[in-house]
C-alpha cells in the first residue's frame, strides 16, 4: 500500500489520482467523525465533502510536521466546530422569535451503534441495550462540542491525546481536561446503567 507521504508527494506534483486515493482511504472515517460530531446525514456528507475539498485546495500549504491524518482530521473537526456554532446560533435566533427549535437532525443522531449488539437469543439485554444506547445518544448532547469531539475522537477513534490536542489546536492538558469532564458528565448521566 502507498503510504499517505509518498500519495501527499504525488498529489503536490499534480498528480489526481492520489487525490482519489486519499479520499478512498479516508472517506468513511471522515464521513463517520461528522456524522458523530453534527447527528446529520447530509450536514455530515457535505462537510466531509468540504473537507477533502479544502485538503485539494490546500496541499501545498502542508509542510509534513505532522501525520496527514491529524492535518486532515484538524481540517474536519473545525469545519464540524464551525457547523454546530452557526446552528446553535440559528436555533437561539429561531427560538427568540417563534419559542421553537429547529428540525434540522439533531445532535440526538450524533452517536452510530458504538454499543455493539449483544441481545441476541436475548431481548430482555437486548432492550436494555438499545435502552442504553438510546441514553448514551442523549448524553453525548449535553456535552460541549469540543467535550464531545475529544470524546468521539479518543474513545470512537483512538487517537491518542497528542493527536487530539493537535488536531483541536490545543494542549494535551486541555485535552484532558475535557475528557476527564466528558466521562465524568457521561457517568453521571447514565448512572442507571451500571
Known amino acids: 500500500m502507498i503510504s499517505d507521504e509518498d500519495l501527499i508527494i504525488r498529489l503536490k506534483g499534480g498528480d ?3 487525490f482519489d486515493l486519499l479520499v478512498e482511504r479516508y472517506q468513511r472515517q471522515a464521513y463517520g467523525i461528522a456524522y458523530q460530531m453534527v447527528g446529520h446525514q447530509e450536514d455530515a456528507r457535505d462537510l466531509s465533502q468540504e473537507a477533502f475539498i479544502r485538503i485539494y485546495e490546500g496541499i501545498d500549504s502542508f509542510r509534513g510536521a505532522s501525520r496527514f491524518y ?3 482530521y484538524r481540517i474536519l473537526v473545525n469545519l464540524c ?3 454546530l456554532r452557526r446552528r446553535s446560533l440559528r436555533n437561539r435566533f429561531f427560538r427568540f422569535f417563534s419559542g421553537k427549535e429547529t428540525d434540522d437532525g439533531g445532535a440526538e443522531d450524533a452517536l452510530p451503534e458504538v454499543a455493539e449488539e449483544r ?5 430482555e439485554r437486548g432492550l436494555v441495550d ?3 444506547r438510546l441514553a448514551l445518544r ?3 448532547t449535553t456535552l460541549s462540542p469540543q467535550q464531545r469531539a475529544v470524546f468521539l475522537l479518543r ?3 483512538d487517537l491518542l491525546t497528542s493527536e487530539i490536542a493537535e488536531i483541536l489546536g490545543t494542549s494535551e492538558g486541555t485535552v484532558k481536561t475535557h475528557l476527564f469532564r466528558a466521562v465524568r458528565m457521561l457517568r453521571e448521566r ?3 446503567f451500571k
Open 16 to 18: 489526481s489520482a492520489a
Open 70 to 72: 491529524t492535518w486532515f
Open 81 to 83: 466546530l464551525d457547523h
Open 119 to 123: 441481545g441476541f437469543g436475548n431481548p
Open 130 to 132: 438499545k435502552e442504553f
Open 138 to 140: 442523549a448524553a453525548l
Open 155 to 157: 474513545n470512537n477513534h
Open 190 to 192: 447514565l448512572s442507571d
